[in-house]
């Protein structure tokens, strides 16, 4: 389980941890969301077509009425983790040094220095696939 503050932890607290995700995801760091009311909220609306209509209707009862910023949840931890990974190696600390700093695998300090480390990234022995 991670650590979900604010308005995730709410929306975790009503719909479960994976839609609290799956809004931050999609919605967070982007724009204020409008949630409505239980008895406002429709077929298509964008958080029931994310959630499903019963959490999208928990999660209204609970915040509805209004627009809220969603955070960045998960996603913002992982850019933190990134930039202190970076800025560990860029100051010439070890592998190992900067993956403590980081909160990272060793592995992940490797191959982020490899260039592996996104999808679609180039392994100079294997190629592309596509």
Do not use: C
């Amino acid at each position: 389980m991670t650590d979900l503050t604010g308005v995730l932890a709410e929306i975790a607290e009503v719909a479960g941890e994976t839609a609290a995700l799956q809004i931050a995801h999609a919605k967070g760091g982007l724009e204020r969301v409008y949630i409505p009311t239980p008895e406002r909220l429709a077929a298509g609306h964008w958080l029931v077509d994310l959630v499903g209509a019963d959490k999208a209707r928990a999660i209204a009862q609970r915040l509805g009425g209004g627009h809220i910023e969603i955070p960045m949840g998960e996603t913002a931890r992982r850019a933190r983790k990134w930039a202190v990974m970076r800025q560990a190696l860029d100051a010439g600390k070890s592998g190992a040094e900067a993956a403590r700093m980081a909160g990272v695998h060793q592995r992940t300090v490797r191959r982020h220095r490899n260039g592996h480390s996104g999808a679609g990234a180039d392994d100079e022995d294997q190629g592309r696939l596509f």
